[in-house]
């Protein structure tokens, strides 16, 4: 049997698995945005109909879940497992919203790095032949994450140049052994790197390094450039990030250019609203691939994307404790062809 691993931590799908469908849901500031329209639905209520902003991601998982199976004419009877996470402890917005509707589960966590890593997962099940359809999926909500990991909404905090607001949003996308694409075509596994940063408020900078190591990996691993890439886009590292890893790549000698975005970057607009250095979040990545991104997959306008998701994985208690940030990054490349 041929193996489809690559290099160091690279993988190629040998049966790419195809997307059958995607949906995204956002919150009033991110539909403010430059991609407001391009998410399948908009909440002007913040929580989503619910009592409390917990509730209220659990909620956004819900829907955002069965608008992507109504695309794909499918049940969640249809489902052979999902892959799904959020920015929640122990993932409660995930396993609230999976309880008792009978579809194998994999609850997960790498922080804003999510919605690659479900989608990684879910396609090498799908290509390895385990499973036959499977769900990716990840969320995040603004007031659940700062109630969490900062101060209370009320508390009025300050915050820093380099900080990032949390997406209220979530993105699905179901994938099939058998579809007309885009497809998955093969993927990077990020390996956990910590460059001593410990400014809870610089999560860009945390996660930068990350990004390009497993960006440089997928590069060498799979014999590829960026030039053969339409789109590279991280998420999210924000504008501060985001300069991180050009500066990075350009002591190397490559120049990313425009071809290279980052989802923090495209769902605000920096420059009117008060986003400081972008948008983070499980739901940021998630909703930018899975309306804004896909969509463009879709008619054509990108023929090959790399999306890599990031992922700062602290939490308040290894702050608190003088704890550098861990982060992670996965890639996963999507092509029109390759079914």
């Given at each position: 049997?041929?193996?489809a691993?690559?290099?160091k931590?690279?993988?190629?799908f040998?049966?790419p698995p195809?997307?059958l469908s995607?949906?995204?849901i956002?919150g009033?500031?991110?539909?403010a945005?430059?991609?407001?329209?391009t998410?399948?639905?908009v909440?002007?209520?913040?929580?989503?109909?619910q009592?409390?902003?917990?509730?209220a991601e659990t909620?956004?998982?819900?829907s955002?879940?069965?608008m992507a199976?109504?695309?794909?004419?499918?049940?969640?009877?249809?489902l052979d497992?999902?892959?799904?996470?959020?920015?929640?402890?122990q993932?409660?917005g995930?396993?609230f919203?999976?309880?008792?509707?009978?579809?194998?589960?994999?609850?997960?966590?790498?922080?804003?790095?999510t919605?690659?890593?479900?989608?990684?997962l879910?396609g090498?099940t799908?290509s390895?032949?385990?499973?036959r359809t499977?769900?990716?999926?990840?969320?995040?909500h603004?007031?659940?994450?700062?109630?969490?990991y900062?101060f209370p909404?009320?508390?009025?905090g300050?915050?820093t140049?380099?900080a990032?607001?949390t997406v209220?949003g979530?993105g699905?996308v179901i994938?099939?052994q058998?579809?007309?694409g885009?497809?998955?075509?093969n993927?990077t596994?990020g390996?956990?790197v910590?460059?001593?940063?410990?400014?809870?408020?610089?999560?860009?900078?945390a996660?930068?390094?990350?990004?390009?190591e497993t960006?440089?990996a997928?590069?060498?691993d799979l014999s590829?450039a960026p030039?053969?890439?339409?789109?590279i886009v991280?998420?999210d590292?924000?504008?501060?990030g985001?300069?991180i890893v050009n500066?990075?790549?350009?002591k190397?000698?490559?120049?990313l250019?425009?071809?290279?975005?980052?989802c923090?970057?495209?769902?605000?607009?920096?420059?009117?609203?008060?986003?400081?250095?972008?948008?983070?979040g499980?739901?940021?990545?998630?909703s930018?691939?899975?309306g804004?991104?896909?969509g463009?997959?879709q008619r054509?306008?990108?023929?090959r994307l790399?999306?890599?998701?990031?992922?700062?994985?602290l939490?308040?208690?290894?702050t608190?404790?003088?704890e550098?940030?861990p982060?992670v990054?996965?890639?996963v490349s999507i092509?029109?062809?390759?079914g």
């Amino acid at each position: 049997m041929e193996s489809a691993h690559r290099g160091k931590q690279s993988i190629v799908f040998m049966q790419p698995p195809a997307i059958l469908s995607y949906a995204s849901i956002a919150g009033k500031k991110e539909a403010a945005g430059p991609l407001g329209k391009t998410f399948d639905y908009v909440s002007d209520d913040t929580k989503f109909g619910q009592k409390t902003w917990e509730k209220a991601e659990t909620q956004m998982q819900k829907s955002v879940m069965q608008m992507a199976l109504q695309k794909a004419d499918m049940k969640e009877s249809d489902l052979d497992a999902a892959f799904l996470g959020d920015l929640l402890n122990q993932c409660v917005g995930s396993s609230f919203s999976m309880r008792n509707n009978g579809v194998p589960t994999f609850g997960l966590y790498g922080a804003c790095s999510t919605m690659a890593e479900s989608l990684l997962l879910a396609g090498m099940t799908i290509s390895g032949g385990f499973c036959r359809t499977a769900l990716a999926l990840s969320s995040s909500h603004f007031a659940s994450s700062e109630r969490q990991y900062r101060f209370p909404l009320g508390y009025g905090g300050q915050r820093t140049p380099t900080a990032q607001w949390t997406v209220t949003g979530a993105g699905a996308v179901i994938l099939g052994q058998n579809g007309n694409g885009p497809y998955l075509t093969n993927a990077t596994i990020g390996t956990i790197v910590d460059m001593g940063i410990k400014d809870a408020a610089n999560m860009g900078a945390a996660m930068a390094p990350a990004a390009y190591e497993t960006l440089k990996a997928h590069f060498d691993d799979l014999s590829v450039a960026p030039e053969d890439y339409d789109l590279i886009v991280t998420g999210d590292l924000g504008k501060l990030g985001h300069q991180i890893v050009n500066d990075l790549f350009s002591k190397d000698g490559v120049e990313l250019g425009s071809r290279y975005q980052d989802c923090g970057m495209l769902i605000f607009d920096l420059e009117k609203q008060d986003v400081h250095c972008g948008g983070s979040g499980c739901g940021c990545s998630a909703s930018v691939l899975c309306g804004y991104l896909l969509g463009k997959m879709q008619r054509h306008q990108l023929k090959r994307l790399l999306f890599c998701g990031t992922g700062a994985l602290l939490s308040p208690l290894t702050t608190q404790q003088g704890e550098s940030i861990p982060s992670v990054c996965h890639a996963v490349s999507i092509c029109t062809e390759g079914g």
